[in-house]
T-cell receptor, first 112, second 111 residues
Framework: DGGITQSPKYLFRKEGQNVTLSCEQNLNHDAMYWYRQDPGQGLRLIYY???????QKGDIAEGYSVSREKKESFPLTVTSAQKNPTAFYLC???????????FGDGTRLSIL | DAKTTQPNSMESNEEEPVHLPCNHSTISGTDYIHWYRQLPSQGPEYVIHGLTSNVNNRMASLAIAEDRKSSTLILHRATLRDAAVYYC????????????FGTGTRLTIIP
């Protein structure tokens, strides 16, 4: 079945450590997105990419980095510069930016 | 982005229809109305979208007011699996890459 796979489901980060969240899709979608969700809140856009080797900052990009070397992959790195990284991270993709987005099941990141 | 307003929570009995309202009085002519829902500890799931005419799919129906300043998501026969947070989102056809999620409506289904 086609879909979006996020891994790991749970992740723990130590102070000063960078961690990378994986997002893979086999839907042949052009656009991919990363969102952050805090408890009881809606989603906020971190980064998005419309084509390979290109990406743009969203509303809350500080402390995060991404790459898009392959169409099916869009990993997110939470750097040590992100002082409040505890959140639920969601990856999404769409055929083009105007189409409905398909979401993965998320990665829950916590600080040790 | 144009803003949407939804009730914080709603309850409905199982096997009855549910009407989830959304107000979007500042909608522009190129804004599509999208609905997503999010089950606990999962990513959002696309439900339906429309521009001017009412829309139906296997999950739900979308009724859009004639002046487009409000819309209603209709679940024809609610089941316990429909308990989720429902988000009403406006998405411009051109130049708007992101979905702006508010806090949505938390729907509780009563057995």
């Amino acid at each position: 079945d086609g879909g979006i796979t996020q891994s790991p489901k749970y992740l723990f980060r130590k102070e000063g450590q960078n961690v990378t969240l994986s997002c893979e899709q086999n839907l042949n979608h052009d656009a991919m997105y990363w969102y952050r969700q805090d408890p009881g809140q809606g989603l906020r856009l971190i980064y998005y990419s419309q084509i390979v080797n290109d990406f743009q900052k969203g509303d809350i990009a500080e402390g995060y980095s991404v790459s898009r070397e392959k169409k099916e992959s869009f990993p997110l790195t939470v750097t040590s510069a992100q002082k409040n990284p505890t959140a639920f991270y969601l990856c999404a993709s769409s055929h083009w930016w105007v189409q409905p987005q398909h979401f993965g099941d998320g990665t829950r990141l916590s600080i040790l | 982005d144009a803003k949407t307003t939804q009730p914080n929570s709603m309850e409905s009995n199982e096997e009855e229809p549910v009407h989830l309202p959304c107000n979007h009085s500042t909608i522009s002519g190129t804004d599509y109305i999208h609905w997503y829902r999010q089950l606990p500890s999962q990513g959002p799931e696309y439900v339906i979208h429309g521009l001017t005419s009412n829309v139906n799919n296997r999950m739900a129906s979308l009724a859009i007011a004639e002046d487009r300043k409000s819309s209603t998501l209709i679940l024809h026969r609610a089941t316990l699996r429909d308990a989720a947070v429902y988000y009403c989102i406006l998405r411009r056809v051109f130049g708007n890459e992101k979905l702006t999620f508010g806090t949505g409506t938390r729907l509780t289904i009563i057995p």
